[in-house]
């Protein structure tokens, strides 16, 4: 009975395999194998097979791409990452290099840039900062969203530009909440510039929010953002807050419309510890 | 006394002299007490005051040329006018720096502002909302490749690659966020989903019904689906 289950078993992954991988070279099976691997992330098995096709079938047309998943293994190992970033710049210079492979490259190419950056190696950063001129818009607007995460505003300041860009030409709405964020950390007055330069006739442009603490002359918490970025604001508000509003029978959503429709109008709400939150459109 | 003014006649002068100083002076009193009566005690400070500025205003005009620091003489001139200037441009700056600083009164401050904190659990909502638009969004393009494989059909019309290229720049973002807010479960799924995009993002022309059949045999085996719906119905519980 056991031996028939083994037999039933190797038919079956016989006949899997043959299906899957019917008519393939050595090459091509060897690089299929390696990117099951890496699609479990066992990144040193899958490092090994990729070293293995290279050196076994160097003129393979599998060869170029494995450089490319050489640096998703190297990235993914975790203390080899100036070595992946090797990798990858290594597979952006191939002739034969693909479009979205290279793309995803250099986006990788940020990534561990950021990250050796935040680690203390400094020059690491002028990665980042060169793809802020670079022709893919893919390419110079993450690069531009990530610059804006680094600690040293000065530098961070210098994505401004292209976030500035991103706001005043993109239409998808998630590209446009994240430059908004990411200018609101680095440069709020050039999100002011850049969303008052656009039309908006007879709809509200900033959302404002205050809150008192009982007895306190300055607001605990202070905000004022783009209208554009108001439920994102109102879903972001502090639980204990939205707790208040709640138990007092306020829709934060509808408190939202109501406040666009009146127009400059304030929403206060007095907690019963005296908390005061006030709410208002201009 | 009247004995020796009678007798005296140098004496008697000086007495008619006398006499004479003192009915003058109850003329004045009388001329006194009449003045007295006709003033406005409560009006009399601020008709002062304007007589003094009046006082004060006219050698200025009459100067030949303007000065700008002329009135400054005057206040030189004037201890109690200085300090009185000096107080009102006190209050008035001081005015103005209350008036200016932000944050603190409705209307008065124009620019954005928002703390770190804020801003980052902004970026957690945004990271919630858009993992989930992206899982969504995955599921469609994974049931569109397992329709086309189904069918038996291959080529442009069953999958466009450039749904996959640009699921794969909205993961390169996501990517960060799922990182920073420790949402280990959703990022292992759209880990998996990213390196299948990847594949079907390569091809650009025509989908091999073997290649497709592949992916659709990966899916299936790491129940790609059903982690995705677990994963959104997470997400969906948070937002």
């Not at chain 1, 990665?127 to 993450?142: A, P, S």
């Not at chain 1, 909440?177 to 039309?199: G, Q």
């Not at chain 2, 291959?154 to 690659?161: D, E």
Request: with cysteine; aromatic share 8%; proline share 4%.
């Amino acid at each position: 009975m056991k031996k028939l289950t083994v037999l039933i078993g190797l038919f079956v992954v016989l006949s899997l395999g043959s299906g899957l991988y019917a008519q393939t070279t050595p090459d091509e099976s060897l690089f299929r194998e390696a990117k099951l691997l890496v699609y479990d992330k066992s990144w040193a098995a899958a490092l090994i097979k990729l070293d293995d096709l290279r050196e076994k079938f160097p003129n393979s047309s599998y060869a170029g791409q494995s450089l490319f998943y050489k640096g998703e293994c190297l990235s993914g190992l975790g203390g080899r990452e100036r070595d992946a970033l090797r990798a990858y710049k290594d597979y952006i210079r191939l002739a034969d290099a693909k479009p979205s492979l290279v793309e995803e490259s250099e986006g990788s190419i940020i990534d561990l840039a950021f990250g050796l950056y935040e680690n203390g190696d400094v020059p690491a950063i002028g990665d980042i900062e060169r793809r802020l001129g670079h022709d893919n818009k893919v390419v110079r607007y993450y690069a531009a969203y990530k610059l804006s995460l680094v600690r040293d505003k000065k530098l961070a300041a210098k994505a401004a530009p292209v976030l500035m860009r991103i706001v005043e030409t993109e239409k998808d709405p998630e590209l446009l909440d994240r430059a908004r964020i990411a200018l609101l950390r680095v440069s709020p007055e050039s999100l002011k510039s850049v969303e008052d330069r656009k039309p908006a006739p007879g709809s509200p442009r900033m959302l404002k929010i205050r809150v008192w603490n009982k007895g306190q002359k300055e607001p605990a918490f202070s905000l004022n953002i783009p209208w554009a970025l108001a439920d994102l604001a109102l879903g972001a508000m502090d639980e204990d807050d939205r707790a208040e509003l709640r138990k007092k029978g306020y829709d934060l959503n509808k408190i939202v419309n109501e406040l666009a429709k009146s127009k400059e109008s304030i929403l206060k709400i007095v907690g019963d510890d005296g908390s005061v939150i006030e709410i208002w459109i201009e | 006394m009247a004995e020796h003014l009678e007798k005296c006649p140098d004496c008697r002068a000086e007495a008619d002299e006398m006499r004479r100083a003192l009915e003058k002076t109850e003329a004045v009193k009388a001329e006194i007490r009449q003045a007295v009566a006709s003033v406005n005690w409560e009006a009399l400070p601020a008709t002062v005051a304007d007589r003094a500025f009046a006082a004060s205003r006219k050698p200025e005009r009459a100067l030949p040329a303007a000065r700008p620091w002329g009135g400054l003489s005057a206040l030189r001139m004037k201890p109690a006018l200085a300090g009185l200037a000096a107080g009102l441009v006190v209050g008035a700056a001081t005015m103005y720096f209350a008036l200016k600083a932000p944050g603190l009164r409705p209307g008065q401050d124009t620019g954005y502002y928002a703390s770190g904190e804020f801003l980052d659990r902004a970026e957690l909502t945004m990271a919630r909302r858009n993992t989930l638009d992206y899982l969504e969004k995955s599921q469609y393009v994974l049931l569109d490749v397992f329709e086309s494989a189904g069918e038996g059909a291959a080529g442009p019309a069953a999958f466009n690659s450039e749904q996959a290229r640009d699921l794969l720049s909205r993961k390169k973002y996501l990517n960060a966020q799922l990182e920073r807010f420790q949402m280990a479960k959703a990022k292992a799924v759209c880990d998996q989903i990213e390196m299948l995009f990847l594949e079907l993002a390569q091809i650009s022309d025509e989908l091999p019904a073997a290649e497709l059949g592949r992916i659709r045999y990966f899916v299936e085996e790491r129940q790609l689906l059903l982690k995705i719906n677990l994963v959104k119905k997470e997400l969906q519980s948070e937002i």
